[in-house]
Each structure stands twice: as structure tokens, then as C-alpha cells.
């Protein structure tokens, strides 16, 4: 690589790393990102009781542990440098201030998302180094790479360990090397113990050996294949030790989650198969050029016929048609495989160019501009107020004190106490006990600065088959000793009154379920109907919604029965989805 060359490459990454870097301060001192404060909360558990089970296999163990080695990091330089603050303290401050943990693990995140961008660079530059600089400048500003780089959550950090495992498994291919493949299976076992989708990586190294082996029946005896394998099952489970040591637990962990993703929010999703809803996620990643380009791509690098065409295709394919079954789907499923199809994309621009020089040229700087507009538009939604944080502002100024105010978000909408180390369901998860609170609701007092009690609201389930199959995942398929308390179906409307519950704080995603499904699930339907008809109804719109722009701030409403729709708008800041 000439001069030139390098100088442009990390023009790139500082591009990269300022535009992940800017505004990581989001949302701050509250917690605003659900996936973030659970990463969060489950590390803190270990680090304060001073053991390696954190009594949860929804994810798996890396990301809570990469919480404590971070903060770990954290307070050492703050005592270093003069801070003077006990282990205990560090780690409870989270619960009033989450300024310093959520800032490290996205400064974190920043990095390795910044070091994704110069791994896409290196895997498109062997098939061309002019398709790795147009791949890397596409992830550079693809929004959804951005926004995940701002919170520290196990999508970023599977991705860089997939991107990995790819550059590995193409190196293979082209330098027959122990070492390649062997690095390219022990970080597909790092991204499977961030998190569970990581483990599919492992078709690129197949893919890769095949075209060594030429044949099916070769790579069926290759040491390759099944090495690969039980390397990365090792580092697997020595990233999520006690997976092996509670198998009973990951049986209902993991099983709970496959009905999560096969059967929706609890019924409340209603669009067409992912397989064709996650295309909009991909537009959001790449705009709608980029991602027409992306098909351009894949035609020419077919026709070529080029065997790391096969093995950069592998994995991504894989994926998008797994999580294409799921009825949950969300941007941030598709942020695993944007660095290949970055590639693809890179490489259809730059064979348009090639071909056509003028089409070239107007795709390139559509794409690039498109973009580019789109990061300075997230960049400045995202130094604006917060939807949670003007909810907040609104309640304080004008919901009396003394009333009791029902949410989903629970600590995320206030600080919990410092004895709310734990979530009411890791309670019982430590204990083995019921999981009681969960699923009934749960009532705590804000810290002495609010003094205001807070209703956290039960989970809404679909139906009594629902019900039925987390039963049994609990009991008759492993035996396992938990009892559930889950009524058939949960009314959330009485648990509200029984509570003494007179606001309501909701969100867009909820609300959104609401208007798809009323004619599917007339139970879900009398309780936001009845919710509706309170004027005592806030509305958060733009929380965790996922396409798009809202997946930042947006808007506040009070909702009324009457207008079905807008009331009062609290505060106005731009908003992409008014429905």
C-alpha cells in the first residue's frame, strides 16, 4: 500500500471513529437503551457478589463479563488519578448516575466499531483494494453501524467477532494456514458467547474449506471442518462456563427465547415474513441505492464465478434466512452481516464504474451523500433531549408527586434505589424462586430526590398457548423445580387499579403493536382500549423503535380517547413516524 493510500485509509477510520465517538454521552445520567442497561445491570450483579453465573442464558456470558473487565478498568483509573471510591460504591453508582460505566462500554464499542470498519476495509480488499475503500466508507456512514457503535450492547461486539472470523477464513483460502482457521474458529466461538447468532459464522471456514477440498466428501473427512468446530464450541464455553455446568437453565433460557423470536412480542407483531421486512432494515443500513447496488454486486462477483464470492456470501446468507423466519425483527439483527454486504455494495459501485463511468460516478455520490446526510442527521437527533428524558421533565412539572405512575421502562424512566442491584427477576433467578414479580408487576419508590412510587408493569402475554409452552419449557420438557405464577392470561388493566395506577407511561413500539393487532387480539385490545380512553396517558414515541431514524428521539404526546390521536405536543422535536 503506497502513501496515498494509508493516508486515505485513515482519513477513513478517524472519519469512523469520530462520528461513533460523537455524542456518546446519549441519553445520560438515565439509561436509555433496554439491551444496554441488561448487559449493564447482569455485570454489575457478578462484580459486586464475586461470581461467574449470572443466572441468566437469555444471552450469553462474554457481554456481562466484558462489563466487569470494563468497568474493572474504569475504577482503577479513577482511583489512579485520585478518585478515592470503593469497589461497592463504583458499581452502585450506576444505579443513580450511569454516566460512567455506559460511557465506558461505548467508548468500547466505539472502538472495536471503528476497528469493524478497517476489517471490512482488509476483507474487500482481497478481492480489490479500491472495492475495500468504497466498502469501508459505506460502513463508515451506514446509519445503523453508527447507532449501534453508540451503545454498548452484544449486536457491535458480535460483529466485530464474525468480521473477524470471516477475514480469517478468507485468508485460509488464500494462504492455506493452520493459523487462519484455527483464529477464524475461536472467534466464531467469541461471537456465539456474545451472543448466540455468532456461532453461524463457522459456514464461512466450511465454505472456505470446501473450495479447498473441491468436494463434499473430502470436506466431510477434513480435520478442518470438525477442528473448526470443536475449537469453537471451547471457546464458547469458556466465555459462558456456566452453560455447561446449568444445562437445565440454558434449556429454559434459550427455549424461552425461541418463542420470543418464532411467536412475536407476545402477539403483538403483525407484518409480513422478516424475510421481507428486514429488506427495509437494509435500506436503512445502506439507503435504497446502496442497497440496489448491493444486487449489481452480487451478480458480478457470480458471474465471475470467484470462490471468496462463496465464502463471503456463506454466512450472510445463512443468517438473514434464520432471522427471516423470526416474527421479531429489529435493524439491529442485520448489523452482524452489514460488513459483507458493505462489500457487495462496494463491489457493484465499483464494477458500475468500471463499465459505465458516468453511472459510476452519479451512483457513487448519491450513495456517499445519501449517507453522509443521514449521519449528520443521527449525529444531531442524537445531541437533542431524549424522549425519556423530556417524559421525565413532563411528569416532574406536572403529575402531583404522591401519584402512582405505571411504565414498562421501570429504572430506566427514573433511578432505582441502591438496593435495587437487581431486577426483580435476577432476584428470584439468584434465590431459584419464583419469578413472582416478574410477571405481576412490581411497586418501588424513586430515591429521595423524586420520592415519587413507580408501577412496573407485568408482562402482557398472547394467549394461554403461550402460557402453556413456557410451562412447559419449565417443567415437563427438563424437570426443572421453578414454579410459575403466570395466570393464563394476565389482565393488565386490574393490576393497574388493584396498584392504584392513574398515568401510564407508554411507548411507540407498544403503541404501534397496538394499532397492527386490534382486530387479532381482542384481549391486548380491551386493555389499550381502556388505557386509551384515559387522558392520563403519555406516550413516548420514538423509544426503541427501529426503523429508520427511530431509533432516536422524536416526540412526546398526551393522548386522548376522544381525537384518538394527538393532544398536546409537549415538546417539538422532528419526528419520522406520527402514527
Known sequence: ????????????????????????????????????????????????NGTLNPFTFGYPS????????????????????????????????????????????????????????????????????????????????????????????????????????????M????????????????????????????????????SAELFIQKSIKKLLKSKVLWSSILISVIAFFITTPYLFLKPKMIILDFGRNILHMFGGHFGFENKPLALVHNVSHLVYALSIIGLLVVVAGLIFLFRKNNKLFWILISFPFIHYIITGLWQVSFARYLYIILPPIAIFSGYGLFEMFKRWKTIGIILIFITFTNLAIHTA???????????????????????????????RFGNRLFPGNDDQIRSELDVARANGSVDTLYFKGVLYYTPDKYKRPIFKLPIITKEKSFVDKLKSLGSKIIGYKRKYTLPEIIEPLKVLQQNNVNYYVASAVYYQRYRNARKIYPIQNQFYDNILKSENVLASFGQEYELKFREVPSMIYMLNAKTNGIRQVVCKIPIHNKN
Open 62 to 169: 462474554l457481554i456481562f463479563y466484558l462489563t466487569v473487565i470494563l468497568g474493572t478498568i474504569s475504577y482503577i483509573v479513577i482511583n489512579v488519578f485520585g478518585g478515592n471510591i470503593d469497589w461497592h460504591t463504583f458499581w452502585l453508582s450506576y444505579f443513580g448516575d450511569a454516566t460512567i460505566l455506559a460511557c465506558t462500554g461505548r467508548f468500547f464499542q466505539a472502538v472495536i466499531g471503528t476497528i469493524t470498519v478497517l476489517l471490512t476495509y482488509k476483507i474487500g480488499a482481497i478481492i480489490n483494494k479500491k472495492v475495500g475503500f468504497i466498502s469501508a466508507i459505506l460502513i463508515t456512514f451506514s446509519p445503523l453501524a453508527i447507532i449501534e457503535s453508540h451503545r454498548f450492547a452484544a449486536d457491535g461486539i458480535m460483529t466485530f467477532f464474525c468480521t473477524l472470523a470471516v477475514f480469517f477464513a
Open 1 to 48: 500500500m503506497g502513501k496515498k493510500e494509508k493516508y486515505f485509509l485513515w482519513g477513513i477510520i478517524l472519519i469512523a471513529f469520530s462520528v461513533r465517538i460523537y455524542m456518546v454521552q446519549f441519553g445520560l445520567p438515565w439509561v436509555y437503551w433496554v439491551d444496554e442497561d441488561i448487559c449493564t445491570r447482569y455485570g454489575i450483579y457478578i462484580a459486586l
Open 377 to 407: 442527521l443521527i449525529e444531531r437527533y442524537l445531541s437533542l433531549p431524549n424522549s425519556l428524558t423530556l417524559t421525565r421533565e413532563w411528569i416532574i412539572n406536572n403529575i402531583p408527586a404522591d401519584e402512582t405512575i405505571g411504565t
Open 171 to 206: 485468508k485460509y483460502y488464500n494462504n492455506i494456514e493452520t493459523k487462519n482457521w484455527v483464529l477464524a474458529g475461536i472467534f466464531v466461538g467469541l461471537a456465539a458467547g456474545t451472543k448466540y447468532l455468532g456461532a453461524f459464522a463457522i459456514v464461512s471456514i466450511w
